[in-house]
Structures are given as C-alpha cells and as structure tokens.
C-alpha cells in the first residue's frame, strides 16, 4: 500500500473509473501512456509475454533488481497495473485476449507495424467483436510511410526528429536530450489521444502515434521558424534565441538561468547588478541589440554574479520581477520543498519481488487540489494471471493446464 497524504475524496470516482486498459506495451512509450491512465482511475491489466515479460523488467541502474524482473526501469511506469502472462502466439493465448477485449474499453500495442495483424489481432478483427474498442498503436513512425518498418528507439528518432541537431552549442551539437524523450512525449500523446476518445459520443476508434510526429508537434516554435520564417534552426546551447539576457549564467558556486526577456526585466536586472551602465550603451539599446551582441552582455553580467550563490542571486531577482533559477541537480529538485510539498512522490513498503520500499513519481498534474494515484506497487510477472483467467470463467484445472503448455 502506498503511504499517501492528500488522497482523493474516496466517496468521489477517479476521471477514468470503470474504464478498462488492456496494455500490450513493452518498455517505456506504451507503459508510460497507460501509467498516466491508471493514474486517472482506469483498470490497467498488463499483458506480458510467457517467462519473459516486459524488457523494461530487466533494465536499469540496479543489476540485482533487473536480474530478479523488476528493473527500475519497469517499476518507474508500471505501478497500479496487474499483471497477466498470455502466449499471443497460441491460438488459446488469442483465444483469452478476444474474450479480455469483449469487455474491454481501451487496447494499447507497441509492436512494429503489422505484427498484430500477422496474429490475426489487429484492429479490425478485435474491433469486429467489440466494435466500441479503442485500439491505440504507438510506433516510431507511424503504421504508414517510407519508415514504417523501421524499429524505433528514442535515440533514434530524436536523431531523426531535428531535436538533437538544436540541442548543445555549435561545438556540441547535435547532442541527445538527456532522458527519453521521445518515448515520453509519444505516451503522453497517446495518453491525451485515448482520453479525448474515450470522451467520443460513440466510443470506437482506432489511434495511430507516432513517436517522430509527437516530438514535431511539441516543437513548434523550432518547426514554425522554419516553416513561416524560412530560418534554419540552429543549436543556441543554453542561449535563449528570441531574447536576451536570457540564458544561463555563471555564479560563485552554480550557473542561474535568468529569462529577462521584457524590457523593463532587462532594466530591473541591469539596476539591480549595480550595472546602470549598461543600460547607457547603445548596444544593449533594444531587444534586437542585446541578442545580436549577447555574449558579451553575458559576460558583462557575469562580473557581478560571479560574486553571489546562484540560490540567493535567484531568490533577489525574482523578488523584483526577473525571472530566475539555480541549474539544480535531479537529486536536489526532488529534495525541495516545492516537490516534497505537492505529493509528487508515491513510496511502496515492502514491494513483491523487490523485498524493499520503493519511491516512485506521480504524474505530472493536479486534480481539484490533489495528486492523481494508484494504490497498488508495479507487479510481478504474471502475479494476476489466476484471479485474471478466474474471472473470464477459467477453473483451476484449465489454468493448470494453459500454465503446463506454456499458453500462460
């Protein structure tokens, strides 16, 4: 059980409550969407391949814990789900997911494009007994085009994307996000695309994500000054290329983002750092001269906040209406107050498979004053697969035997 403060009013259903998730994913896109959904209230049963489960079961920073099928990586997006160990290869593994899907609300798969279909379970046979399903297919690229086919892993498509070509200064580009990013962005658009459906006033459709087309979207401003600007996006490291001064910059003990990207920020900042000169100097006169002679207006203010801590710099400047904050590490955000405040962080005592408490984070949002969450640690491989088959009317003896002959 997780030790929660803040928890929702019980007597009020979660947004998603009663709606069923079969998830077919594997490692992060896929499992990340439907972790988002289990958060929200939906029933999420995890569907994982016999005596191997999920990848992500054997990823992450703990050997032990990968070794034992609950890597990091796993138990970071899989909480609240229940797990079911099916053999989609068996035509009694189809068998259970038809009759799993007849009362299903939602279906999500991650597998290249046509292997559902080469199973005899794509869209339109699952849909032809259950025609209100909606079946969600993320990918890399799409389940059409020239790179269809192709696997897809984050690297990859941000690589493909144009994300790693802006990312870094023109000495370290093209460089990689540092966290998947990718990945997380095309769970969240299927996540918000499978919401928007279930919400349809007839349910029934089915979602094509594609990773590549979600990390575009999200670059708007990127893609637009291309696209109606006709300017090629360039790499512009920890510059903020429509203003300036705004970037970060070097304190006595760590780099402070400042975003002085008004006018009158700019002259707050400038007086504020005792460097009323600077507002005197014709080539700081306009918005358009600070970004064309940035780096020496960084260096210009670098002089004095070399001479204060990043923390109090920030806390001054945001005091006069400057926008300002110290570059932290992961683990310092998470140690904050502004985190640890906002029930952000779910901790699991004594986790099945792990022997341990685990933290794991919540989603990104808040709902009428709390914290969307589920109740439930990240499973073991197949521990609901008996209550699962049970329910669909299975005795013990059957189960047995789908167990045997490895259907389950």
């Not at 025609?131 to 890399?140: D, E, H, Q, V």
């Not at 460089?175 to 349910?203: F, K, Q, S």
């Amino acid at each position: 059980m997780a030790t929660e403060a803040g928890r929702r009013d019980p007597s009020r259903p979660a947004p998603l409550a009663g709606v069923r998730v079969l998830d077919l994913t594997n490692v992060l896109a896929g499992p990340f969407a439907c972790h988002q959904l289990a958060h929200l209230g939906a029933e999420v049963i995890k569907i994982e391949a016999v005596g191997r489960g999920d990848l992500a079961r054997n990823l992450g920073a703990d050997p032990d814990l990968s070794a034992r099928g609950m890597g990091i990586s796993f138990l970071a997006q899989n909480a609240g789900k229940r797990s079911l160990t099916l053999n989609l290869k068996d035509a009694r593994g189809k068998e259970i997911l038809r009759r799993l899907v007849a009362d299903a609300d939602v279906l999500v798969e991650n597998f290249r494009p046509g292997v559902m279909e080469r199973l005899g379970l794509g869209p339109d046979a699952l849909r032809a007994g259950n025609p209100r399903l909606i079946y969600c297919a993320i990918s890399g690229f799409g389940q059409d085009g020239p790179l269809a086919d192709r696997p897809a892993y984050d690297q990859i498509v941000q690589g493909l994307s144009g994300v790693m070509s802006i990312t870094g200064d023109a000495d370290s580009a093209p460089l990689r996000v540092g966290y998947p990013l990718a990945d997380t962005v095309g769970g969240l658009t299927a996540a918000m695309t499978i919401c928007a459906a279930l919400n349809a006033p007839e349910r029934g459709s089915v979602i094509d994500v594609s990773m590549l087309d979600s990390v575009l979207a999200t670059m708007g401003w990127v893609v637009s000054n291309h696209l109606i600007g006709g300017v090629a996006p360039q790499p512009n490291g920890n510059e903020n290329p429509t203003s300036a001064p705004s970037g970060t910059f070097q304190c006595a003990d760590a780099p402070i983002n400042i975003s002085a990207n008004k006018d009158d920020q700019w002259v707050a900042l400038a007086r504020h750092l005792g460097r009323d000169d600077l507002l005197a100097d014709p080539a700081y006169a306009t918005r358009e001269d600070r970004k064309a002679n940035r780096l020496r207006l960084r260096a210009e203010l670098e002089t004095v906040l070399t001479t204060g801590r990043a923390e109090d710099w920030a806390r001054a400047l945001n005091a006069i209406g400057v926008p300002a904050g110290a570059v932290m590490s992961v683990p310092d955000i998470l140690a904050h107050p502004q985190v640890t405040g906002r029930d952000f962080i779910a901790r699991f005592e004594e986790v099945p498979g792990v022997g341990r408490e685990i933290d794991v984070v919540r989603m990104g949002a808040m709902l009428d004053g709390q914290r969307p969450s589920v109740d439930a640690p990240p499973p073991e491989l197949g521990q609901d697969t008996e209550t699962i088959l049970g329910d669909l009317g299975f005795d013990a003896a059957e189960i047995a035997d789908l167990r045997r002959e490895g259907v389950v």
